[in-house]
């Protein structure tokens, strides 16, 4: 590979960023041209780089290496597998669907769309990095964007929301940053390259030690119970695209981190802990589906069905074994766009209606017939219904439960009912029954907000019926992980 | 056969529901027509297969295999037997039949209407037909949305609850079995359904083979509907639109008995056994179907709601001619010809009552077409204003009350006999169910309905229409032409039913 695709598409985004910064502050149409642009520039790439990737070659590909601060032992080391490249993906497809989402926002846009950018540099980074001090650049990266995107453009209670987030976050990745700095010296090393470490023999007792912080540190971003609370209120303030990325990427980045950093580096250690941690996960994905059932407000309803599905990512990590962690790679996938679909079709009726409670809203298929038919594939890929990605990723996450943990994945199934539970009535309540009179007039779905929904459904609904490309490139890399950690 | 029949009987109600997708909406005659043209290949294609069909080899037949999905070590495979061919024939008939009759009475969001009819009817082909538990399971629920929205858009004044709990308890059902899919993999190393049963997986181990039982049984259960997990039945079928209850009662509701059949009596057949005889669980639930819910319509007088209860009462039937013969394939030895019999009359149970409840709900939009109301206490003294709907009306009543010389009676007879030598007790109990279905027949439905003084409100009805009675024809034609010479169709349950003990056996 001559193009150096991967730092093409991490990039982007920030001289995206930069230039959005030098544009005076009311061009705000090549403010969000420029957005758009830029994002596209990654989420092509992003495509490009799935479908070219070799998935019968398999290992890591479009890999790129220069030295950055060899003091330290720190080398700007980027590449992909068959575990990071849907999440890549993933990311292009959403921010570039949110930038379409957020093409009306008109408060302060130039700072919003910069801090946009610079914010998913900071999560492609993550997801492509193989040099562990440049995963937390980007990580932090990620996180700090996020602080000042709900607190200055969200709305229900901004500032406590981006307070708890910001907090939990940087808590959670101190505690991994702590654990990674020990066993880089321990290892003797002096580098931070991730390949590297990996081929280190850390004794078992000091890898029983330093999992659990590493792992937990990172999948708090993940939402593992019970350090998930700042989830919730984390996506209810956030402004649309925000909530979009938040849930449909920046989640995945902390289970991801937590597998790439946690299991990878310390296998014993992960053996010896998971069995445990998978009972959290239980608990995330039937607690985080009831309480979902009684919220009021759908932001919150979506917000807690993330921590529930989030629960099937960790959960297909803990089984260790093949089938599981595809599921779990699928599932990463899948719910990142699906929420992504929620949370855009969310932020276009609260767009036009202003209210998000749910006993407000109704019969707004008449008004939004293409907001209902995205949300409804969405919801049906929650459910788990077959024909929709999210069926063949929590297939194979409870098949690889079952194998391990049998009464694990009984449990799970209460999660499943629940969800289609409150799917179905929220559904009903919000687009379906009587029309209110105050919302008889409003804007029906703009072509640029139908492209974005468009774009992200066709990944849902292709995906389920044709999952073969996805599970082949998301095999090879979960297959070499395996191999890697015995 | 060169073609794939079985792929094109399934996959062309998807063709035709995604043409209709592009069609404008508001051209609905064009839609409707079109919907009806799209049923009529299935319909023409089942009975090619039945012609085709070789009775004498048996078997699966017709059968085609594909990759599909190989990293889950799941196959496209598709197949029919003497079990799923009537089935299939029934399904093409009512689709056919609900898709005609829709063409005159649905004038809303017309072709939402007809792409989910068209896609249920793929969901409803492909549980038939599927021969791996992954594609079982996708067409399992590929029908619950369809059926969902059918009855959610078109159906009466309580419709989205009982949309939601038809949804709901269905799914739950589903997950249960989608686990056991998953245990049954893992022991036997194969989503094939044949080679599963084959394998006879659990077989040493009868805490786990239970376990799997029950989470099939109670999925298949749920839908057939069996007491006590029936109550989402009387008000789906109430709610719904004519042609929703039509294929809900039907056809859905054997998608649950072929299920039973299909996976854990072939896979567990000890265990079915066992709990059909020695711990006798199943059967005493099928009696219970039986006669608290023909008890139950006794005490309907809506005229819907009865109906739907009947379907519980006489899928009650169903379960017991199963639980028979799994009592049969238990015992062994000289028993096998009662368990053959009651098999049969169960498998028959499925197709006769798919053809009278199916006609029966079709009756019920005749009436409700013209009078507005379902009250039978409202009615009276039809018989002579209506005669036409009368006899049709009869007959499909005494049909479905298991009168000799109409399809029904040899089922029940069927199963009686068979469970007689079985599981007697429990035979003479569900025999009582004869009685209250009688009482409920001919009293709150005849008597109210068409017998006594006519009444002033009812001056004005007029009889059924030419399209309404060509929709019921071939419904009451198949009751009386099948009712004298049932043959046909009791051989092909015959092979089927025969193969399917003697395989259990070895």
């Not at chain 1, 544009?23 to 992003?46: M, N, Q, W, Y």
């Not at chain 1, 695209?241 to 597998?259: D, N």
């Not at chain 2, 004519?242 to 998608?255: D, Q, R, T, W």
Request: include cysteine.
């Amino acid at each position: 590979m001559n193009l150096p695709i991967l730092s093409i598409i991490m990039f982007s985004p920030v001289v995206g960023a930069l230039i959005i910064l030098a544009l005076p502050e009311d061009r705000h149409t090549d403010i969000k041209a420029t957005a758009a642009v830029a994002s596209f520039i990654s989420c092509l790439g992003s495509i490009y780089a799935f479908f070219a990737y070799d998935h019968t070659l398999g290992g890591i590909q479009f890999e790129e290496q220069m030295r950055w601060i060899p003091g330290l032992g720190v080398s700007y080391h980027v590449g992909v597998d068959g575990i990071s490249l849907p999440l890549v993906l993933l990311t292009g497809i959403i921010i570039f669907s949110g930038v379409l989402v957020s093409w009306v926002r008109d408060h302060r846009p130039r700072e919003f769309f910069a801090m946009l950018l610079l914010l998913v540099t900071g999560v492609f980074g993550t997801f492509v990095a193989l040099d562990l001090f440049l995963l937390f650049v980007c990580y932090e990266l990620a996180v700090l964007p996020m602080y000042l995107l709900i607190g200055i453009w969200g709305t229900t209670r901004k500032e406590y929301a981006a307070m708890k987030l910001t907090l939990y976050l940087l808590v959670g990745s101190s505690l991994a940053l702590a654990g990674v700095l020990v066993a880089s010296v321990a290892s003797g090393l002096g580098t931070f390259d991730l390949l590297e470490l990996a081929k280190v023999n850390f004794g078992p007792a000091f890898q029983a030690a330093i999992f659990l912080p590493i792992f937990i540190g990172f999948d708090v971003l993940g939402g593992l119970w019970p350090l998930h609370t700042w989830s919730p209120d984390g996506h209810v303030a956030a402004p649309t695209a925000v909530s979009m990325l938040h849930a449909g990427v920046l989640m995945k980045m902390g289970a991801y981190a937590a597998l790439r950093v946690g299991v990878f580096l310390f296998p014993d250690g992960a053996r010896q802990w998971l069995p445990w941690i998978i009972i959290l996960t239980a608990v995330n994905v039937v607690y985080g589906a009831t309480v979902a059932f009684a919220q009021r407000d759908i932001k919150y309803v979506i917000g807690y069905s993330s921590v529930s599905h989030m629960g099937y990512v960790t959960m297909g990590v803990a089984t260790l074994s093949q089938i599981g962690l595809a599921g779990a790679t699928m599932q990463m996938f899948s719910h990142g766009i699906m929420t992504g679909i929620f949370f855009a079709a969310v932020g276009l009726v609260y767009r036009r209606t202003h209210t998000r409670q749910i006993p407000e809203l109704g019969g707004l298929v008449r008004k939004l017939p293409f907001v209902a038919v995205a949300f409804i594939i969405a919801g049906l890929s929650s459910m788990g219904m077959p024909g929709f990605s999210g069926f063949v990723a929590e297939f194979q996450v409870l098949m690889g439960v079952w194998h391990t943990y049998p009464i694990i994945a009984v449990i799970s199934l209460v999660g499943v009912v629940v969800t289609a539970a409150y799917i179905l009535r929220f559904t009903y309540m919000i687009f379906f029954g009587p029309l209110k009179e105050e919302f008889q007039d409003i804007p029906p779905t703009s072509t640029l907000e139908k492209v974005a929904l468009m774009f992200m459904c066709a990944f849902i609904v292709g995906f389920g019926v044709l999952p073969q490309p996805m599970l082949a490139v998301i095999q090879t890399g979960v297959s070499e992980l395996l191999a890697a950690i015995r | 056969m060169g073609i794939p029949i079985l792929s094109v009987i399934t996959f062309t109600p998807l063709a035709g529901a995604l043409l209709l997708l592009l069609i404008r909406k508001d051209q609905e005659e064009l839609i409707a027509r079109l919907a009806l043209a799209v049923t009529v290949v299935p319909l023409i294609l089942a009975f090619v297969l039945w012609a085709n069909y070789d009775q004498a080899a048996g078997g699966m037949q017709f059968t085609e295999q594909h990759e599909w999905i190989p990293v889950l070590n799941s196959t496209y495979t598709l197949g029919l037997d003497g079990l799923s061919l009537p089935l299939i024939v029934l399904t093409a008939v009512l689709s056919f039949l609900a898709t005609f009759y829709s063409n005159f009475t649905i004038k809303e969001r017309v072709k939402e209407y007809f792409m989910s009819l068209l896609m249920l009817e793929m969901g409803m082909f492909g549980v038939f037909l599927s021969l791996d538990f992954v594609l079982f399971y996708v067409f399992w629920e590929v029908g619950l949305v369809p059926m969902l929205l059918l009855i959610a858009l078109w159906g009466g004044p309580r419709r989205e609850y009982a949309a939601i709990k038809f949804f709901l308890f269905t799914l739950a059902g589903s997950v249960g079995m989608l686990l056991a899919i998953i245990a049954v993999y893992l022991k036997t190393d194969t989503f094939s359904i044949l080679e599963a049963a084959a394998a006879q997986p659990f077989a040493d181990n009868f805490t786990y083979a239970a376990t799997a039982f029950w989470a099939f049984f109670i999925a298949f259960a749920i839908k057939l509907p069996s007491f006590p997990i029936h109550t989402w039945l009387p008000d789906a079928h109430t709610e719904a639109p004519v042609c929703g209850s039509v294929l809900l009662a039907g056809v859905l509701l054997k998608l649950g008995a072929y299920g039973l059949v299909r996976i854990p009596l072939s896979l567990f057949p000890q265990v079915f056994g066992y709990y059909s005889i020695v711990v006798p669980i199943l059967p005493v639930l099928a009696v219970i179907s039986i006669v608290y819910g023909a008890m139950v319509c006794m005490a309907q007088w809506d005229l819907k709601k009865l109906i739907a209860y009947s379907s519980v009462s006489h899928m009650g039937y169903v379960l017991l001619g199963i639980c028979g013969g799994a009592a049969g394939i238990y015992l062994g030895g000289d028993k096998l010809s009662s368990a053959n019999l009651a098999l049969n009359g169960a498998a028959m149970q499925m197709f006769t009552h798919g053809i009278t409840t199916g006609g029966l709900f079709f009756l019920v939009g005749v009436i409700y077409d013209r009078a507005h109301t379902r009250e039978l206490k409202a009615f009276g003294g039809l018989g002579t204003q209506i005669p036409y709907f009368y006899g049709m009306m009869l007959v499909t009543c005494f049909a479905s009350l298991g009168l000799p010389g109409l399809i029904g009676f040899w089922s029940e007879f069927f199963v009686f006999r068979g469970s007689m030598g079985t599981i007697p007790l429990f035979a003479i109990i569900g025999g009582l169910g004869i009685v209250f279905t009688a009482g409920y027949i001919l009293w709150n439905i005849v008597q109210h309905m068409f017998l006594g003084e006519p009444k002033e409100r009812w001056a004005q009805l007029s009889d059924m229409e030419w399209w309404e009675k060509a929709t019921l024809w071939p419904l009451v034609a198949t009751m009386l032409v099948f009712g004298i010479y049932p043959t046909p169709i009791l051989n092909l349950f015959n092979t089927a039913m025969e193969s399917l003990t003697h395989t259990l056996l070895r």
